[in-house]
């Protein structure tokens, strides 16, 4: 599951290793926590991480991939409802398989800021408009200091279960779609530094 040389991959049951949540019943690795584990390097797009085609809920926030890509296999995770990649240290353009992720209720790939300000994640081809479309049961999307270069896609507004989204430094534009003000369960909205967007 981890990189080549990871003490924990000498271990018996991976289901008691620390950050590691598997299903009762079948004993799959449903979810994997390496928030704030200093992990440093970049990813591959063969790490066996791909392998847990079960997993649930991915948090990787607060490490440091050396502006890696996003990898287009984390698509493979059809099962996925939470996936958190912010503050690591990620470049380049999000990957559109992760539009293919139609249970995702958390997405956060917020940029990172402070030390790591460097490495900064474009969405532009795909847009917006793209990754989300097919993302229905979104509850949280955080973009922040995502370098987004467009205006706010008037599909958010059919994201009816959006209760959170933070597009904070996103180099956003044009007017912003009112309908979005609309949506029953929006709790918190943030369009901070958004200079050149109206409405």
Do not use: M
């Not at 018996?12 to 590691?20: A, E, P, R, T």
């Not at 809920?57 to 890509?69: A, E, T, V, W, Y």
């Not at 958190?84 to 470049?91: C, E, K, Q």
């Amino acid at each position: 599951v981890f990189w080549a040389g990871d003490p924990r991959s000498h271990d018996g049951d991976c289901c008691l290793w620390q950050g590691v949540s598997c299903d009762n019943d079948t004993g799959r690795v449903i979810g994997l926590d390496l928030s704030s584990s200093c992990l440093y390097g970049t990813f591959p797009s063969n790490s066996s991480l791909f392998k847990l085609t079960h997993l649930q809920h991915l948090n990787l926030r607060d490490n440091h991939f050396n502006g890696s890509q996003i990898p287009s296999e984390i698509g493979q995770f059809k099962e996925l409802v939470s996936l958190d990649l912010s503050d690591s240290a990620f470049t380049g353009q999000i990957p559109l398989a992760i539009s293919n992720l139609h249970r995702l209720s958390l997405l956060d790939l917020s940029s990172p800021r402070g030390p790591k300000a460097d490495s900064q994640l474009r969405l532009q081809d795909p847009s917006l408009e793209k990754l989300v479309r097919n993302l229905t049961h979104l509850e949280l999307l955080s973009l922040d200091f995502v370098d987004i270069s467009s205006s706010v896609p008037i599909i958010l507004a059919n994201i009816t279960s959006l209760k959170v989204v933070s597009l904070e430094y996103c180099k956003l534009n044009g007017e912003f779609p009112s309908d979005i003000f609309l949506l029953p369960h929006l709790e918190w909205l943030s369009l901070i530094s958004n200079e050149d967007i109206v409405g």
